[in-house]
């Protein structure tokens, strides 16, 4: 057994992981942290914006896998395109909501 030091929002945490998996935790740790630098400073504290990353992530995640498994889709029209991103929009509003509730 192993373990990594990640650096995730300018503090430092103890991770084990399985030999040889060293480098691999540390890239995720990475982009957790490049997460949050990314969302900036969003008045909420530490455990909610680490949750937020994580949704975020797992938005990702989702996507690319949904991307992977299903067909290729025919090329949308302006309309379709502008109402994707409108609901991917919705989505990440409605997280930022519940993120804020107290």
């Known amino acids: 057994m192993s373990e990594v030091t ?3 929002g ?4 103890a991770v084990a992981c399985g030999d040889g998996e060293e480098e691999h935790v540390a890239k995720l740790g990475a982009s957790i942290d490049a997460k949050l630098t990314a969302m900036g400073d ?3 504290n ?3 914006r680490l949750l937020f990353a994580a949704l975020l992530l797992a938005d990702e995640v989702v996507e690319l896998k949904a991307r992977t ?11 379709e395109t502008a109402s994707s991103l409108e609901r991917m929009a919705d989505r990440l509003e409605s997280c930022a909501s519940l993120l804020e509730k107290p």
């Open 46 to 48: 530490e455990s909610r």
């Open 69 to 79: 498994e299903a067909p290729a889709p025919a090329p949308a029209e302006d309309g």
């Open 42 to 44: 969003t008045g909420v």
């Open 10 to 13: 300018g503090k430092d945490y």
């Open 6 to 8: 990640l650096s995730i």
